[in-house]
């Protein structure tokens, strides 16, 4: 049975004329760490709060092993949630663990602040107070509240936003670690595929709210942009295709890497002689050129 089974999920916000996210359907297993990728604003967060209860959908459900996420409270208690750094500025980070556990009557988690806080590079300063810290230090505080309690899943909205290389390099370097560690299930949003190579086995991309969840970054292939064409030109195209077996794809053709030397020769020459060709490039270039911030 997925960890979390998401069915015809929508969300239209009142007064808007769109849907921020559109019949959404994706399931994710026991161990899976998912990227969440797309532009701002391109329904991430709206699909990350509507899996953490904190807004209904207009449409859908969500199971979560098994159950839907609204047929009863507390249903989430096994989860770890990051889409806002929420803590208390004014007291230290160790008292913050400490009333975040209070709160949600998780004390038989007391025992794991320490290890936690030294997880995310935090229990030297234990004693001081976020207000005081920097951006970086801010975002492993909000981290170490989501994982303190263990949990078997984990939200994270954007948490690499306003950290420098190094900062995201640390940062994945712990949800790694604590995943092989605990296997514990992720879904990680973010706007750059690159920050989440290292650690996601599978992607989810989401564009003006329509989640495509059959695009892999492993296929060996080129993609060749193609210049805008005109009647002659899609002819041509067209010509290839059925010639050859390549694949039409939003920015031009895609080819793959087993496709004999010749073919892939007559195929860039025809297409050089049209002057089509506008780039070339890998399957994962690709990918973030349609999904990723310019």
């Known amino acids: ?18 849907y921020s996210l559109k019949d959404a359907n994706f399931k994710i297993e026991k161990g899976d760490i998912v990227g969440l990728v ?3 604003g391109s329904g991430k967060s709206t699909l990350l709060k509507i899996i953490a209860k904190s ?6 459900t969500v199971l979560y092993k098994g159950k839907d996420i609204f047929s009863e409270d ?34 038989q988690y007391l025992s794991n602040i320490e290890p936690t806080l030294k997880l995310v590079g935090l229990w030297q300063a234990k004693d001081r107070k976020p207000r005081d810290f920097s951006f970086g230090m801010k975002q492993r505080t909000a981290l170490a509240i989501a994982l303190v309690t263990e ?37 990680i949003s973010s706007h750059q595929l690159s920050e989440l190579e290292d ?11 329509f989640i495509n969840d059959h695009i892999s970054t492993d296929q060996n292939s080129l993609v060749i942009e193609l210049n805008e064409l005109n009647e002659d030109h899609s002819k041509l195209v067209d010509q290839l295709v059925e010639k050859y077996g390549v694949s039409k794809v939003e920015l031009g053709l895609e080819v793959d890497s087993s496709i004999d030397n010749n073919h892939l020769n007559d195929i860039f020459e025809q297409l050089a002689k049209a002057g089509l060709i506008k780039n070339v490039l890998s ?3 690709s990918i973030e050129r349609l999904f990723v911030e310019d």
């Open 1 to 18: 049975m997925p960890i979390i089974e998401v069915q015809g999920l929508s969300k239209k916000y009142k007064g808007n004329e769109f």
């Open 38 to 40: 797309g532009k701002n």
């Open 55 to 60: 807004q209904r959908p207009t449409e859908g």
């Open 74 to 107: 507390n249903i989430l208690q096994d989860f770890g949630i990051m889409i806002e750094p929420v803590f208390y500025p004014q007291i230290s980070v160790e008292e913050n663990l400490k009333l975040y556990l209070k709160i949600h009557k998780k004390e």
């Open 151 to 187: 949990p078997q899943f984990v939200l994270l909205d954007e948490p690499f936003v306003g950290l420098d290389p190094i900062g995201v390099k640390n940062l994945l370097a712990i949800l790694k670690k604590w995943s092989e560690t605990n296997n514990t299930s992720m879904i």
């Open 199 to 209: 650690i996601c086995t599978r992607y989810l991309f989401i564009e003006s709210g």
């Open 283 to 285: 399957k994962k270039d």
